[in-house]
């Protein structure tokens, strides 16, 4: 029997594709936990928010984060949730932006 294929959620795909537009750093964890590895990365690089990191835990597993001005987040969350940070709102390609309809008043 065919296995059903899971929706994909059009709000999440948008904040994937503006993801995809946000510097992207790679490090191993070590022995730190995934977050904690992120947060010492962030603290020793001086890496200026937004950015997403991408944590390999084990060589099958990776985390990924974003670290934006208010303080480190789970990637899906933000992708689920990218209007609520203002410093994605800048990188937002501008067709996006345009696709809302437009409305018209006629004359009286």
Do not use: C
Request: charged letters at 30%; zero cysteines.
């Amino acid at each position: 029997m065919a296995r059903k294929r899971k929706r994909k959620s059009r709000r999440r795909q948008e904040g994937r594709k503006i993801l995809e537009l946000v510097p992207q750093y790679n490090l191993e964890s070590g022995e730190d936990k995934p977050v904690t590895a992120a947060r010492k990365f962030i603290a020793a690089n001086a890496i200026v928010p937004p950015a997403v990191l991408v944590v390999r835990r084990n060589e099958h597993t990776t985390d990924r984060y974003f670290w934006a001005e208010k303080g480190l987040f789970g990637a899906q969350y933000v992708e689920e949730n990218h209007f609520l940070f203002p410093s994605l709102r800048s990188i937002i390609p501008q067709e996006a932006v345009s696709k809302t309809p437009a409305t018209s008043v006629a004359g009286r």
